[in-house]
Nanobody
């Protein structure tokens, strides 16, 4: 299986930037897609961005043009560069990987808090 550890969350003022990083370990060769999700208090978990093994990127409408997802295959990391942050971006951000190893899997990190003050 694959284990995930996120880092990089924190407190930032509106208009500022933060960079999240997710390090994967274990059977990383089996990963098909890497993604970021977020969950604000009292709300359902929301998809933020995905990057495929081919490097194709996709973004949710609320972050398109402001966030950039990228990966470093050598380091087995997937990063989320968040620019022009807004108070509504405040949430716990989760790293997610999906792949196939004997069976399909869908693994999550522990989450990292991002707080944007107005």
């Amino acid at each position: 299986q694959v284990q995930l550890v996120e880092s990089g969350g924190g407190l930032v003022q509106a208009g500022g930037s933060l960079r999240l990083s997710c390090a994967a370990s274990g059977s990383t060769f089996s990963i098909d897609t890497r993604a970021w999700y977020r969950q604000a208090p009292g709300k359902q978990r929301e998809w933020v961005a995905t990057i495929t093994n081919r490097g194709t990127t996709m973004y949710g409408d609320s972050v398109k043009g402001r966030f950039i997802i990228s990966r470093d295959n050598a380091k087995n990391t997937v990063d989320l560069q968040m620019n022009n942050l807004k108070p509504e971006d405040t949430a716990v951000y989760y790293c997610n990987v999906r792949g196939y190893l004997i069976d399909r899997y869908d693994n999550w990190g522990q989450g990292t808090q991002v707080t944007v003050s107005s």
